[in-house]
């Protein structure tokens, strides 16, 4: 079966850092993706990766490691406005075809 | 143009009613894509157009048909709708790469609500 795991909700501070984790196991993959969804609003992309390692854009990062079937999403300098939900997903081989997360709710508190 | 455009936003409609969600861009992406999203749960795929053919159906009620104009237009035709039908729609489009990344650009999604 097609599993991905990604806290329900996490609370952060403004102005801290908070990384978001996610493992999955997938009998495919074709990289992961990270999604932003604000209430009410479609998801956003923010980042993919599909080889090991980190990738930086700006304030947030997300890092990879294969072997472990685990990424996660790092959000430095926190702003009111990085309250929302943040969606996992991994593509599978098809191309067309991601396997979301539930998504992990962040709450930013002043 | 880096959008996607849904239309209407929201609709209400009854269980006998027929009516039709559209979604246009402009990008020349060649991949097009409806998804149902319920609240606090991730988007479910519903069909997948890649160069305006019919490439995916994830085992969708035939009350939902999609339809694929040209290479900018996608609709979804409703038609005799459940309750429990009530979700957003999300229309997505992406390029339609063999390999890499395909990242998907969403349009703002149509609430809908089946009475």
């Known amino acids: 079966g097609q599993n991905i795991d990604q806290p329900t909700e996490m609370t952060a501070t403004e102005g801290a850092i908070v990384q978001i984790n996610c493992t999955y196991q997938?009998?495919?993959?074709?990289?992961l993706f990270w999604y932003q969804q604000h209430a009410g609003e479609a998801p956003t992309f923010l980042s993919y990766n599909v080889l090991d390692g980190l990738e930086e854009k700006g304030r947030f990062s997300s890092f990879l490691s294969r072997s472990k079937g685990y990424s996660y999403l790092l959000l430095k300098e926190l702003q009111m406005k990085d309250s929302a939900s943040y969606l996992c997903?991994?593509?599978?081989?098809?191309?067309?075809?991601?396997?979301w997360g539930a998504g992990t709710k962040l709450i930013i508190k002043p | 143009d880096t959008e996607v455009t849904q239309t209407p936003k929201h609709l209400v409609m009854g269980m006998t009613n027929k009516k039709s969600l559209k979604c246009e861009q402009h990008m020349g992406h060649r991949a097009m894509y409806w998804y149902k999203q319920k609240a606090k749960k991730p988007p479910e795929l519903m069909f997948v157009?890649?160069?305006?053919?019919?490439?995916i159906n994830e085992s969708v009620p035939s009350r939902f048909s999609p339809e694929c104009p040209n290479s900018s237009l996608l609709n979804l035709h409703l038609h005799a709708l459940q309750p429990e039908d009530s979700a957003l729609y999300l229309c997505?489009?992406?390029?339609?790469?063999?390999?890499?990344?395909?990242?998907?650009?969403f349009g703002a999604g149509s609430r809908l609500t089946v009475l």
């Open positions: 997903a991994v593509g599978m081989d098809s191309n067309y075809q991601l396997i």
């Open positions: 997938t009998s495919g993959f074709n990289g």
């Open positions: 997505a489009s992406s390029q339609d790469r063999s390999s890499g990344a395909n990242v998907l650009t």
């Open positions: 157009y890649s160069y305006e053919k019919l490439s």
